[in-house]
Structure formats: structure tokens, C-alpha cells
């Protein structure tokens, strides 16, 4: 299974609560220079259970199943496994019993997930110095990230994204971190998230989500821009 950028799609924009930096100790943005003390200690700890990375979209499907306790439609996705689908009619039973064994062991590997860490293409919005911060657009309340896979379609989304989607940042720093973005405002994400539910629908559903912190990265470079911890209620 390979590991996708999935680029979230995100419109709007929601003015709300602080989002603190990691080494901010009262409320403010994360250090222009990206050299502030990694996050991930604190903000990993609020998240039960194992963690993905970057999971492919069957992975995803899987987690749904599991976490809406849903059966698998083995069955089915057996019957539509190219494998079984074009081979000739007398060697169809130890397919069958190749591609069900593949997906049963696929199924049991995310039991226990808890949390997911997903590399994001975002925009960063132009600053605003009435209220001093950028929006970050991939984390909006809108944003969906989708996954289809075996006839499904299971999306992604956050629950606190009026919240994970501000980044207060001092005055004094919004032009560096301008200059670091250059004029498209792209940016590389990484996200991690804990999951907080799902949502049934027909052919899926959605797998809901609580964003906890995210590196930004310049999307040509990789150079650190900032790391940045959500407050949490």
C-alpha cells in the first residue's frame, strides 16, 4: 500500500479561538524560523490508540468499516478482485481464498488506530494583522479528504477546523514567513489528527477527526516554517 499526498479541499474562512505554537507559552504563533521545540510529544500523547501514516485509501476503507462496526462486504470485494474476476472458472477457488485471506489481514491490522498523520498540499492565506494570523486553508471546517477505494468512498474531515485552521503569528513575523511561502501561498502539511467518529452514508461515509498539531513545510524545500499545537478545550 503507497503513501499519498491527499490535498484536501477547503473554501472559507471562520475567525475563532487560539491556535498556540509549540514553543509559544502564551497563545502565539509558531516561530517564523520553524525552530521552535517539536510538538509532537504533547499533542501525541491526546491521541489513543495507534497511529497511520499517510494511509492509501483501502487502508481507509478498512478503518471506517472497523470504526462504524459495519460488516465487510467480503463477498463482494472478493468477487470484484481482478484476480478472481479474470481467471479462468477452475482456478477462481484458490483466488478466492487468496484475495479473502488479503483482505481479512488488512482488515484486522487497523484495529486499534486511534489517530491519523496525513502529508497535506494547503494554502496559506495572506495575513491579516487586524486579528494577527494566516488561515490555513486545508484545515477549514469544509475541508474534505477523500479516499476511494473497492467500489467505497470513505472522506476525512475536522471537527475543529474553526479552531486548527487559524495561525496567530506576531506582526513582527508575517512578512518572513510571507517571503519563505512566496507569492502562491503552497504549503506542505503534516497533520495529525485524533479520531473522533464517524458519519454512515451510502457506498462510505466519513471518517470525523480533531486536529492536535501540524508541521508546515515549503512545498519546493521541505525547510520548516513552523510547528504548531492546537489548543485544546
Known amino acids: 500500500m503507497g503513501a499519498p499526498s491527499p490535498a484536501a479541499r477547503a473554501t472559507g474562512r471562520s475567525a475563532s479561538g487560539p491556535v498556540t505554537a509549540a514553543s509559544?507559552?502564551?497563545?502565539?504563533?509558531?516561530?517564523?524560523?520553524?525552530?521552535?521545540?517539536?510538538a509532537t510529544s504533547g499533542a501525541s500523547g491526546a491521541a489513543a490508540?495507534?497511529?497511520?501514516?499517510?494511509?492509501?485509501?483501502?487502508?481507509?476503507?478498512?478503518?471506517?468499516?472497523?470504526?462504524?462496526?459495519?460488516?465487510l462486504p467480503l463477498d463482494n470485494?472478493?468477487?470484484?478482485?481482478?484476480?478472481?474476476?479474470f481467471a479462468p472458472a477452475p482456478d477462481r477457488a484458490p483466488h478466492r481464498a487468496a484475495v479473502r485471506s488479503e483482505l481479512e489481514s488488512a482488515a484486522a491490522a487497523v484495529h486499534g488506530v486511534g489517530a491519523i498523520r496525513l502529508t497535506m498540499n494547503a494554502n496559506l492565506s495572506d495575513y491579516?494583522?487586524?486579528?494577527?494570523?494566516?488561515?490555513?486553508?486545508?484545515?477549514?471546517?469544509?475541508?474534505v479528504?477523500?479516499?476511494?477505494?473497492?467500489?467505497?468512498?470513505?472522506?476525512m474531515t475536522?471537527?475543529?477546523?474553526?479552531?486548527?485552521?487559524?495561525?496567530?503569528?506576531?506582526?513582527?513575523?508575517?512578512?518572513?514567513?510571507?517571503?519563505k511561502i512566496a507569492y502562491s501561498g503552497n504549503v506542505d502539511l503534516d497533520v495529525l489528527s485524533r479520531i473522533t467518529g464517524v458519519l454512515p452514508g451510502p457506498g462510505?461515509?466519513?471518517?470525523?477527526?480533531?486536529?492536535?498539531?501540524?508541521?508546515?513545510?515549503q512545498t519546493q524545500s521541505g525547510a520548516v516554517i513552523g510547528r504548531v499545537r492546537i489548543a485544546q478545550r
Do not use: C
Open 128 to 143: 491579516d494583522p487586524t486579528y494577527g494570523e494566516f488561515t490555513v486553508r486545508a484545515l477549514a471546517p469544509s475541508s
Open 49 to 71: 490508540g495507534r497511529e497511520l501514516v499517510n494511509p492509501d485509501a483501502n487502508t481507509m476503507v478498512f478503518l471506517y468499516y472497523g470504526l462504524a462496526h459495519i460488516p
Open 24 to 38: 509559544a507559552a502564551a497563545g502565539q504563533g509558531a516561530s517564523a524560523g520553524g525552530e521552535e521545540a517539536s
Open 158 to 179: 475536522f471537527t475543529n477546523g474553526p479552531t486548527a485552521q487559524i495561525w496567530r503569528v506576531p506582526p513582527a513575523e508575517a512578512q518572513v514567513i510571507r517571503d
Open 77 to 85: 470485494w472478493v468477487e470484484d478482485d481482478s484476480r478472481v474476476k
Open 204 to 217: 462510505g461515509g466519513t471518517i470525523t477527526t480533531e486536529v492536535l498539531e501540524y508541521e508546515m513545510r
Open 145 to 155: 479528504v477523500p479516499f476511494n477505494a473497492l467500489g467505497q468512498k470513505v472522506s
